[in-house]
Every structure is written in C-alpha cells, then in structure tokens.
C-alpha cells in the first residue's frame, strides 16, 4: 500500500515536472530586464513555500512528539526537517545565483534570503544535534525541543528580518498586490509548487521509512545483546 | 527565448537539480547500509 | 566538586528537604519564589566564591576589544554605526562561556541528579539557574561596558538608563536561551561546540534587536517612535521565549 502511493506519488512529480518544464521553457514569455535568469523563480519560490512550511509542520509534529512519546512522530519530525532543509539550500543557492545577475552580487544582505539562511543555521543544528545523541529516546526528547525553539524563532527571525532590511524585490505574487513578471509564469509556479510538493512527500515518506528501521535495528541488537 | 543570462540560468537550474539529485544519493546511501545492519543484526539474533 | 560549593549544596538540599514534610499536590508561588531563590543563591554562592566564570568571562571580553582593534581602524567616526554591533558579540561569545558552565558544573559527583530528585519541580531549578545567570551576565557586562567605550572612544552616559533597559533585555534572552540549551547539551559528546552553534541563531533576531538599540543609545540618540519597534520586539522576545522554555524544561532535564 505505502509502496503503491509511493510510485503513484512519483508518477504524478514526473508527468507535472515534465509539463512544467517544458512550459517553463517554450511556452512562458519574456521577462523585459532579467533575460533569461527569472524562470529560475519557478523552482526557488516552491521552494521557499516548502522549506519554511516544513519547517512549521515539523515543530507541530515535535510538539505531538514532546505529548504522546510516540516515536513515530519524532521520525516524521526529523524526515521534514531534512527534506526542508534540502529544499531550503535550494532557495539559498538559486537565490544567490539570481542576485548575482540582478544585484551584481553573490549574496546580498536582503531579508529572505537573510531569514532562510538562519532558518537553515538552526536546522542544521536540529540535524547536527540528532548525530550526536545514540540513544533514541533522548535524541527524540532533545532534538523535539530545539525544533520547537526552531520553530517560534523562524517566525519571529522572518518578521524581525523584514523589518530591519528591505532590499528583496518586493512581493510580485499578485495575491499580495505585486507585479511585473511575464503572464502564466504564477500559474506555473504554482503547477511547479504540486509538483515539488509530491517530490517532498516521497521524500519524506522514504526518509521516515529509513528512521523506523534504525529503530527496529537498535531493539534487535538489544535483543541480541541480552542473551 | 531570449538568451541574455541564459548562462546564469542553466547554473541556477543546474545547481537546485544537483542539490536534490545529492540529496536522493544520500538517502540512498543511507539505505544501503540500513539494509546492511538490519541484515547483519538479524543474523545475530538468529544464532542465539 | 570543591567543598565551598558542597557546602552550598547541602545548605539548598536542607532548604528543599522542608518541602518533603509537605503533601506533594502542588506548590504555592511562595514556595516555588524561594526555590528559585535558594537554587539561584546556590550559585552565586558558588561562583562568587571561586570567581572562576566571572574572570574568565571578563578576561574574555576585554581580549576580544583587543583583537577588535586590530580588525578595524578603532578611532574611525564609521565605527559609531558597528559599536552597538560589537558590544554585543562581546556579551555573547563571554556569555557563553558562563552559560556553558551553568550545567556543566552540576555533572560532577551527579549534583544534577541530586537537584533533580528533589521535590522542586524543574521549571524552579531552571529559573534558578537563569537567575544566577543572569546576574553573572549582567556583571560581566558592566565591567565591560567602561572598558569599551574607553578603548573605543564612546559616550555611554548620555542614554544611560535606556542602555541599561536595553541590557537586561538582551542579557534575559541571551540567559533563557542559554540555560535550556545549557540543560540541552548537559550530557552530549561534543557540549561546548552545540552550545554556541545551537544558541547563536535562534538569538538573531534578540541580537539583532540590542545591537540596533544600542548602537542609537551610544550615539545619543534617544528611545523615540524610530527604535520603539526593537523595543517591543525584544521584549516579545523574552516573553515567548520564557514561556517557551518553562514549558519544555520538564522534557529536557527529566524526560
């Protein structure tokens, strides 16, 4: 069953990835300023939605975790984390790329990109500290915290960055009352937005996997070990 | 489509698949040696 | 651990051990006001017997304004708008030293265990300590406060008490978070490196907050609507992060 979604999951990034791209590139107009450079927007905004909302869902998922001790939570927490994270240096990376053709460059000290590079400080500590407890439940206990303080601090360091350096090109979302990019290219960010989304649910549903059998690893050598 | 930056735009493109590409390789790298524990761990009990 | 500190040790364990004749169904505020106070005691006490934390911290934060000066031309005017900056990596990289301690020095001979089998719940203990902290802080900082606006040519007593605000502010953030996370890493391999890399982001936006503030004051330039905002923002800070902290605190130290 968990196999079945799995590949149907797959089937659906692949056929939404092919389309997007393909739209991406032939069908999309011109961008009059930035050439080609804009369409890397496609990639780096999903990617910003998923990194910051994994961020979220796994300080939930940690919360739950610190409330029942089931372990099974803490596996989801610690698969998001590490999927937000990969998604995340996918912003950082493109971001940079991106600035170095607009702004001239490599990074500049703009809001967001300033917001997601401490958000990927504190989870890769939340990652850094996991490797280095072995005893699962303490690991589970521990790390839930930092996510939590991880968490609450990602959305007080997104507002409080906002705040002190507004550089970044302002919200060309029209949802929040931006503009100026070529027509089809939100919808397509959007499309790119699903497609990324089921690519994070493999993800995470494979990672979570891996997590379960380190723990059932860990009970059959104590078992072995008990003899 | 017009080529100006079309450079910096393959990099970008290139850079966020190769990201996920050494993501994937990682997981299943991991995989790998999950197998390979949970093999050699099993055998273990076994021979109790 | 040295008998000044087990003598501190056992005067707390004999306060807590009034509790025991008490039935365990909760405490009073009371009650729990002076177990933070006994524990907080316990290590000041301690500390201020020794002064190890304290010098080492000072000494600290006096060197790196030595190596500041070296980093940048010191007697440049540009070095107004980075002072705020400065002064605050100062207090962090020193206060961590102290905050490292914090648990650390509870290891030794099972104290922690010893506090934590004692009736006072964990949230006591660890204000406790965030109050010995803080103190150890604030002392720190105001020994190096004179030091660096003499190395670096700054007037510090033209907004004097917003700085003060400023720095209790800042140090309570730098204090909560350093505790837990102190609590945190009590037990890990590798405790000194996870402090500082697991404290110093989710600081930023406290950091960020006292460096603008303090930056203005050391310019002259008063607390008005411009720099109420990091204000307000530090103290959301520490009231989330205070409750955040007490709410966890049972799930880091007992499980």
Same mark, same amino acid.
């Given at each position: ?59 939930v ?7 029942t ?24 990376v ?12 490599w ?9 997601m ?23 589970a ?13 990602a ?20 949802? @929040? ?29 494979? @990672?979570? @996997? ?18 | ?8 735009m ?14 994937v ?24 | ?5 087990? +003598? ?11 509790f ?19 524990? &907080? ?51 962090? /990289? ?6 490292? +301690?914090?648990? &650390? ?9 010893? #506090? #934590? ?8 203990? /660890? #204000? ?33 008490? %917003? ?26 391999? #590798? ?9 110093? %982001?989710?600081?930023? %936006? ?15 330039i ?13 103290? &959301? ?19």
């Amino acid at each position: 069953m968990r196999d079945k979604i799995l590949y149907a999951l797959a089937a659906i990034a692949a056929v939404l990835l092919t389309r997007n791209l393909y739209t991406i590139f032939f069908v999309l107009g011109e961008e009059k300023n930035q050439g080609a450079i804009w369409r890397i927007f496609e990639f780096h905004f999903p990617a910003g939605i998923l990194g910051l909302m994994g961020f979220i869902v796994a300080t939930v998922f940690s919360v739950v975790y610190l409330i029942t001790n089931d372990l099974r939570y803490d596996a989801i927490a610690a698969a998001i984390n590490e999927v937000s994270l990969m998604f995340a240096a996918i912003v950082l990376v493109t971001g940079s790329i991106w600035a170095r053709i607009i702004w001239g460059v490599w990074w500049a000290w703009e809001a967001r990109l300033t917001s997601m590079l401490i958000c990927w400080l504190i989870f890769a500590g939340y990652l850094m500290l996991r490797r280095a407890i072995d005893e699962p439940t303490q690991r589970a206990r521990l790390s839930a915290v930092v996510c939590i303080f991880g968490g609450v601090d990602a959305v007080i360091v997104y507002k409080s960055i906002e705040w002190y350096r507004t550089l970044h090109p302002g919200p060309v979302l029209t949802i @929040r009352g931006g503009g100026g990019m070529p027509p089809g290219w939100q919808e397509t960010a959007y499309w790119n937005l699903l497609a990324m989304t089921c690519l994070a649910i493999i993800l995470v549903m494979v @990672r979570m @996997r891996q997590e379960t059998v380190s723990r059932e690893i860990d009970s059959l050598r104590r078992l072995a070990h008990s003899f | 489509m017009d080529n100006r930056n079309f450079l910096y735009m393959f990099y970008g493109f290139l850079a966020a698949w190769l990201i996920v590409i050494l993501y994937v390789v990682l997981l299943a790298m991991r995989e790998r040696k999950l197998r390979r524990e949970l093999d050699r761990v099993r055998q273990m009990v076994e021979k109790r | 651990m040295p008998a000044s500190e087990q +003598r501190a040790e056992h005067s707390a364990q004999q306060s807590t051990a009034a509790f025991r004749a008490e039935p365990a169904a909760g405490i009073t505020l009371t009650q729990f006001t002076q177990l933070i106070w006994t524990i &907080a005691a316990k290590d000041l006490r301690s500390e201020l017997r020794t002064k190890e934390a304290i010098n080492a911290s000072v000494a600290f934060s006096i060197v790196i304004l030595v190596l500041f000066s070296f980093a940048f031309d010191p007697s440049s005017e540009q070095l107004q708008e980075f002072s705020g900056g400065l002064l605050w990596l100062v207090f962090s /990289f020193a206060g961590a030293l102290v905050l490292n +301690r914090s648990f &650390a020095r509870e290891t030794q001979n099972d104290c922690l265990d010893g #506090l #934590l089998a004692s009736p006072a719940p964990a949230s006591a203990l /660890f #204000l406790g300590k965030s109050l010995a902290n803080f103190v150890l802080l604030i002392v720190v900082e105001f020994v190096s406060l004179p030091v660096f606006a003499l190395f670096y040519n700054l007037h510090w007593s033209g907004q004097f008490w %917003p700085l003060v605000l400023v720095m209790l502010l800042g140090t309570w953030a730098l204090t909560m978070i350093g505790t837990v996370f102190s609590a945190l890493t009590v037990n890990l391999r #590798l405790r000194e490196l996870m402090l500082p890399t697991l404290v110093y %982001p989710l600081m930023i %936006p406290a950091l960020m907050s006292a460096m603008t503030l303090t930056t203005d004051f050391l310019s002259g330039i008063p607390l008005g609507p411009d720099n109420m905002i990091w204000v307000r923002l530090l103290v &959301a800070f520490d009231f989330i992060f205070t409750a955040v902290s007490i709410a966890v605190i049972d799930s880091v130290l007992v499980g």
